[in-house]
C-alpha cells in the first residue's frame, strides 16, 4: 500500500523559498498521477499542483504559476515542490497527495486523490 511522507518545510521570510519533498513508499509512484496541496487555518484544502506519471506535463494553480515548479523522479521514488518568491499568502499545511492507479489525468481537485501524506507546515513570514 503507498504510503507519502512530505518533509522541508518551515518558517521563511517573504520571498525567500522552499523545496518541499514527498518519500513514496510501499509501492512504484511510478504509475501514479501526483499532486501537491495546501490548506490554510479557517479555509478548505486547496490544489496546488499536479504532475503526470512520466513527469512530462504538469499543472498549476493560477496563484503559484511561476513561482513554484512541480517535479518527480520516479527512480527515488520522489516528488518535489520547489517554491519562489513566497508571499504570506502561501503559509500554510502542505500535503503530498497520489491518485488511484486507474486514472491518468492531472487535475487539483483534493477530492480525486486516494492516499494522502500527513501534511507539513510552511510559514511565510517576516
Known amino acids: 500500500q503507498l504510503q507519502l511522507v512530505e518533509s522541508g518545510g518551515g518558517l521563511v521570510q517573504p520571498g525567500g523559498s522552499l523545496r518541499l519533498s514527498c518519500a513514496a513508499s510501499?509501492?512504484?509512484?511510478?504509475?501514479?498521477?501526483l499532486g501537491w496541496f495546501r490548506q490554510a487555518p479557517g479555509k478548505e484544502r486547496e490544489g496546488v499542483s499536479s504532475?503526470?506519471?512520466?513527469?512530462?506535463?504538469?499543472i498549476y494553480a493560477d496563484s503559484v504559476k511561476g513561482r513554484f515548479t512541480i517535479s518527480r523522479d520516479n527512480a527515488k521514488n520522489m516528488v518535489y515542490l520547489q517554491m519562489n518568491n513566497l508571499l504570506t499568502e502561501d503559509t500554510g499545511l502542505y500535503y503530498c497527495?497520489?491518485?488511484?492507479?486507474?486514472?491518468?489525468?492531472?487535475?487539483?481537485?483534493?477530492?480525486?486523490?486516494?492516499?494522502w501524506g500527513q501534511g507539513i507546515q510552511v510559514t511565510v513570514s517576516s
Open positions: 497527495a497520489a491518485r488511484n492507479l486507474t486514472f491518468l489525468s492531472m487535475t487539483l481537485l483534493p477530492t480525486l486523490y486516494a492516499t
Open positions: 510501499g509501492d512504484t509512484v511510478d504509475y501514479y498521477v
Open positions: 504532475i503526470n506519471s512520466r513527469g512530462s506535463a504538469t
